[in-house]
């Protein structure tokens, strides 16, 4: 269920000791991953002080300025922060990115995700719960650097620039918050902890509320070029062609879908709609024919694909 995400900064609650027990900062310590650098703060973060319940604006107008918009706290605010409530929702946020023309990338519930992206250079919008789970004081913060050697995240959270903290006690206050983070990347970006159905959701989401067709293709081409094997993405990029009329395009996305898997039959059924579309009949019908080898002529779609390539040739063959 979706919770309203107020931001008291009450460090009080972040000092309380509490137990330690499963956090994963831990393990990230002892053993940290290889490519992860030990110590990275990422520079020109812009910095916004918050006003009182205002970390949700504030915390969003940092990382969509930092991916080169010009927006402010003021402005995101009638789309993200609910007066009544005194506070901001995840699902506003996220959209509120989109809205903006950037990619909004819910990060895996891993601290190891979240310094990685930090480490890559995306700064990385988190939620945290200073007090505790029974009495919840919600705040968004922004995380920029990390100090493996010091054990230290550094955040840009509620009045404070550059805000040190113990790693444990960050992890508990996001833990708190069942670890909720996102980075924004623009549209042909690809967020390096990223996996693709994670990403092909986002990409969906962002589909769905952007105009810009542009933007739509290149964040479909950067997701295809680092898992081209993934049907998904190849699949949606070609039907979003195909809705373009773009049906060349379209018919080499699903092309280079069938030299990844010769075995996957519903890129062949689409192939063989935009190919009939394109006029080009017998490859068409070629590959309907493969379609159902594959897949079966039980599947209706690939039935009625067949018969559509079939009644068609037969009727430019004549009586």
Same mark, same amino acid.
């Given at each position: 269920?979706?919770?309203?995400?107020?931001?008291?900064?009450?460090?009080?609650?972040?000092?309380?000791?509490?137990?330690?027990?499963?956090?994963?900062?831990?393990?990230?310590?002892?053993?940290?991953?290889?490519?992860?650098?030990?110590?990275?703060?990422?520079?020109?973060?812009?910095?916004?002080?918050?006003?009182?319940?205002?970390?949700?604006?504030?915390?969003?107008?940092?990382?969509?300025?930092?991916?080169?918009?010009?927006?402010?706290?003021?402005?995101?605010?009638?789309?993200?922060?609910?007066?009544?409530?005194?506070?901001?929702?995840?699902?506003?946020?996220?959209?509120?990115?989109?809205?903006?023309?950037?990619?909004?990338?819910?990060?895996?519930?891993?601290?190891?995700?979240?310094?990685?992206?930090?480490?890559?250079?995306?700064?990385?919008?988190?939620?945290?719960?200073?007090?505790?789970?029974?009495?919840?004081?919600?705040?968004?913060?922004?995380?920029?650097?990390?100090? *493996?050697?010091?054990?230290?995240?550094?955040? !840009? @959270?509620?009045?404070?620039?550059?805000?040190? /903290? $113990?790693?444990?006690? +960050? %992890?508990?206050?996001?833990?708190?918050?069942?670890?909720?983070?996102?980075?924004?990347?623009?549209?042909?970006?690809?967020?390096?902890?990223?996996?693709?159905?994670?990403?092909?959701?986002?990409?969906?989401?962002?589909?769905?509320?952007?105009?810009?067709?542009?933007?739509?293709?290149?964040?479909?081409?950067?997701?295809?070029?680092?898992?081209?094997?993934?049907?998904?993405?190849?699949?949606?990029?070609?039907?979003?062609?195909?809705?373009?009329?773009?049906?060349?395009?379209?018919?080499?996305? *699903?092309?280079?879908?069938?030299?990844?898997? !010769? @075995?996957?039959?519903?890129?062949?059924?689409? /192939? $063989?709609?935009?190919? +009939? %579309?394109?006029?080009?009949?017998?490859?068409?019908?070629?590959?309907?024919?493969?379609?159902?080898?594959?897949?079966?002529?039980?599947?209706?779609?690939?039935?009625?694909?067949?018969?559509?390539?079939?009644?068609?040739?037969?009727?430019?063959?004549?009586?």
């Amino acid at each position: 269920m979706l919770k309203l995400r107020q931001c008291i900064f009450v460090l009080f609650f972040l000092h309380l000791g509490g137990c330690a027990t499963g956090l994963q900062t831990h393990d990230l310590l002892s053993q940290p991953p290889d490519d992860l650098a030990r110590s990275h703060t990422i520079q020109a973060v812009p910095f916004f002080p918050q006003e009182l319940y205002q970390c949700g604006p504030a915390a969003l107008a940092t990382l969509l300025n930092y991916q080169g918009l010009n927006t402010s706290p003021e402005a995101l605010q009638p789309l993200v922060y609910i007066p009544g409530q005194q506070g901001s929702y995840q699902l506003e946020l996220l959209a509120a990115t989109r809205s903006f023309g950037k990619l909004a990338y819910p990060l895996d519930e891993t601290l190891g995700d979240l310094l990685a992206e930090v480490n890559a250079g995306n700064p990385v919008l988190v939620l945290q719960n200073l007090a505790l789970s029974v009495f919840p004081q919600w705040h968004f913060a922004v995380v920029k650097g990390f100090d *493996l050697n010091r054990e230290t995240v550094i955040l !840009n @959270s509620g009045t404070i620039e550059d805000y040190e /903290l $113990a790693l444990t006690t +960050f %992890e508990r206050t996001w833990r708190r918050a069942d670890y909720w983070a996102f980075t924004a990347l623009t549209p042909g970006q690809v967020p390096v902890t990223a996996n693709p159905s994670r990403y092909f959701l986002s990409l969906t989401d962002f589909q769905q509320s952007s105009n810009d067709q542009e933007a739509i293709k290149e964040a479909y081409r950067a997701g295809i070029r680092r898992w081209p094997e993934y049907a998904n993405l190849s699949m949606a990029y070609g039907n979003f062609l195909y809705a373009q009329d773009e049906l060349q395009a379209a018919a080499e996305v *699903l092309q280079a879908l069938i030299q990844q898997d !010769n @075995s996957y039959a519903p890129a062949y059924n689409n /192939l $063989a709609h935009v190919l +009939f %579309e394109m006029e080009d009949y017998q490859a068409a019908f070629s590959y309907a024919e493969t379609a159902i080898q594959i897949g079966g002529d039980e599947n209706p779609a690939y039935s009625s694909t067949y018969r559509m390539i079939e009644e068609k040739l037969q009727e430019l063959s004549g009586p």
